[in-house]
C-alpha cells in the first residue's frame, strides 16, 4: 500500500480517491437525512426481498405465491410485519431474561451498521450541498463491515443459549461454529482486494475499478467471497443453525412476537450487506457496466444509485434461487467445505496474487502479461487436477470415499438381520429392545389405560 503525506497535509495514494474529505463538510442535518433515509430504506428493501422470494420460489413451484394483500401481494409482508408486532410475546419460564430479551437487539443493530459505510453512488447535490450518496467512509471501512457482521452472530449464539432449552441451544452451537469457519475463508477473500486496491476504505475501492471490475482479475476471490457469505447469513443450503428438519426452528425456536421479527429483520438486511458489499469489492460498485459505461454521463449523479441496486437485486435473486434448488448440506459436508477447501483455496490464491503483484509492482510487467504468464500455467494444473483418474476407478482395495455409505448387518427391531445403512459403531444407538420402566403416576395424571 503506498500512502503518501505531501508537506501541505493532503494524502497521496490510493486513500486520496476515498470520499471522506467531501463527506466531512456534510452539515448535522444532512448526516442525520442520509441516516434516517437508510434505516427507511432497510425496512422497505427487506420487505421487499421478503415478497421478492416468495414469488421467485413460487415460480419455481409452480404456484402464484403472495397475490392476495396490495397488487400482486406486495402488501403481504407488511401484513406479517403488523401480525407480528401485535402478537402476543410469550417468554418461557427457564429462559435468562435478560440475555434472551437482548439477544435480537444484538442481531438486528449490527446490521444496520454495516451500510453506513457501503458507497450507494457517486457525487451528487442534495439541498445545494456537493456530497456523496454514502453515510461514512472511514480508512478501514472493510473491516469495520467485518466486525459489525460478526457482532450480528453473537445475537444468535446468546440467543440459543439463553431460551434454555436443546433445540435453540444446538443452533446456537452450529451458528458460532459456523461464524469461525466461513468467515475466515470470507476474510481471506478480501485480502486480494486490498493488494490491488491498496486500501481498506469502500470508496476508494470502487474507485480503484475504474479500469476495470475485480470479478475479473480476481475471480477465485469473488467465488470464495460467494460461498461464504451464504455461510454467513444462514440461508439455504447452508442454514444449519435454524433447520427445521432436525432442530424445529433452530436458535430462534422459543421466540414469537416481535422478537422473533428482529432475527428475521436481522437475516434479510445481513443479505442486502453482503450483496453489497460483495457489490463494491468485486463489482466495481456503484459503476455502470458495459456498454452503458461508454455513455459519459452513466457514472454520474443519481445514475449510480441505480445501477448499484440492480447489481444488489441480481445478487439477492441468486439467494433465492439458491434456496429453491439446492437441499440443505449435511454439517460435516459443511465443516468439509469451510476448512479444507474455502481456507486452503483462498490461501494458494492469496500467495498467487502477492507473486502477480510484487511482479506487476516492481518489474516492467504489465497486468495483461502477468496475468498470461501465471495464468496459463495455473489452467493446465487445474485441468489436470480436474480430470486426473479418481481413486475408485484405480481398482485398489480399502480406497472408498470418505462419504461412502458402508452397509452394516444388525439386528432389526424384531430380531431378524437386516440392513441398517451406516455402521452404528461410532454412534450411541440404544438398543432395540429397549424397555422404558413405568414411572409412579403423578397427582392429577389421567391413566389411559383405564
Not at 452404528?424 to 420402566?437: K, Q
Request: glycine share 10%.
Amino acid at each position: 500500500m503506498r500512502v503518501a503525506v505531501t508537506p501541505g497535509g493532503t494524502v497521496s495514494g490510493p486513500d486520496s480517491l476515498s470520499v471522506a474529505p467531501l463527506l466531512a463538510n456534510d452539515p448535522v442535518w444532512l448526516m442525520l437525512i442520509k441516516a434516517v433515509v437508510i434505516f427507511a430504506f432497510l425496512l422497505l428493501l427487506t420487505l421487499f426481498a421478503i415478497w421478492f422470494e416468495r414469488r421467485v420460489v413460487g415460480r419455481m413451484q409452480h404456484r402464484p405465491g403472495p397475490n392476495w394483500n396490495g397488487p400482486l401481494g406486495l402488501l403481504q409482508s407488511l401484513a406479517d410485519a403488523l401480525k407480528l408486532i401485535f402478537k402476543e410475546g410469550l417468554m418461557p419460564r427457564m429462559v435468562d431474561k435478560v440475555v434472551y430479551i437482548a439477544a435480537p437487539i444484538m442481531a438486528g443493530i449490527p446490521a444496520f451498521m454495516v451500510f453506513s459505510v457501503i458507497p450507494v453512488g457517486g457525487r451528487v447535490s442534495m439541498f445545494g450541498h456537493q456530497t456523496a450518496l454514502q453515510l461514512t467512509d472511514l480508512p478501514v471501512g472493510v473491516l469495520l463491515a467485518l466486525v459489525m457482521s460478526s457482532i450480528g452472530i453473537y445475537g444468535i449464539v446468546l440467543g440459543g443459549w439463553s431460551s434454555g432449552s436443546t433445540y435453540p441451544l444446538l443452533g446456537g452451537l452450529r451458528s458460532a461454529a459456523q461464524m469461525i469457519s466461513y468467515e475466515i475463508a470470507m476474510g481471506l477473500s478480501f485480502v486480494a482486494v486490498f493488494l490491488y486496491a491498496g486500501t481498506l476504505s469502500t470508496s476508494a475501492i470502487v474507485a480503484q475499478q475504474e479500469a476495470g471490475w475485480y470479478i475479473w482479475l480476481l475471480p477465485v476471490s469473488f467465488i470464495v467471497y460467494c460461498i461464504a457469505m451464504v455461510g454467513e447469513t444462514n440461508r439455504a443450503p447452508f442454514d444449519l443453525p435454524e433447520a427445521e428438519s432436525e432442530l424445529v426452528g433452530g436458535y430462534n425456536t422459543e421466540y414469537s412476537s416481535m422478537r422473533f421479527g428482529l432475527f428475521f429483520l436481522a437475516e434479510y438486511i445481513n443479505l442486502i450487506n453482503v450483496s453489497a458489499l460483495c457489490t463494491t469489492l468485486f463489482l466495481g460498485g456503484w459503476r455502470a457496466p458495459w456498454p452503458l459505461s461508454l455513455w459519459s454521463g452513466a457514472n454520474e449523479g443519481w445514475w449510480t444509485m441505480l445501477w448499484f441496486f440492480i447489481k444488489v437485486l441480481i445478487f439477492m435473486f441468486v439467494f433465492v434461487w439458491l434456496r429453491g434448488t439446492l437441499p440443505r448440506f449435511r454439517y460435516d459436508q459443511f465443516m468439509h467445505m469451510g476448512w479444507k477447501v474455502l481456507v486452503p483455496v483462498s490461501l494458494a490464491w492469496i500467495l498467487l496474487v502477492g507473486v502477480a503483484r510484487v511482479l506487476n509492482t516492481a518489474t516492467t510487467l504489465t497486468t495483461s502479461q502477468v496475468l498470461l504468464w501465471m495464468g496459463i500455467p495455473l489452467v493446465i494444473l487445474l485441468l489436470i487436477v480436474a480430470f486426473w483418474p479418481a481413486r475408485a476407478e484405480s481398482g485398489e482395495p480399502g480406497e472408498e470415499d470418505e462419504y461412502d455409505v458402508v452397509p452394516a448387518v444388525a439386528p432389526s427391531h424384531h430380531g431378524e438381520p437386516g440392513v441398517v445403512g451406516p455402521s452404528l459403531a461410532d454412534f450411541p444407538v440404544p438398543p432395540m429392545d429397549l424397555v422404558v420402566p413405568a414411572g409412579p403416576v403423578r397427582k392429577g395424571r389421567v391413566d389411559v389405560d383405564s
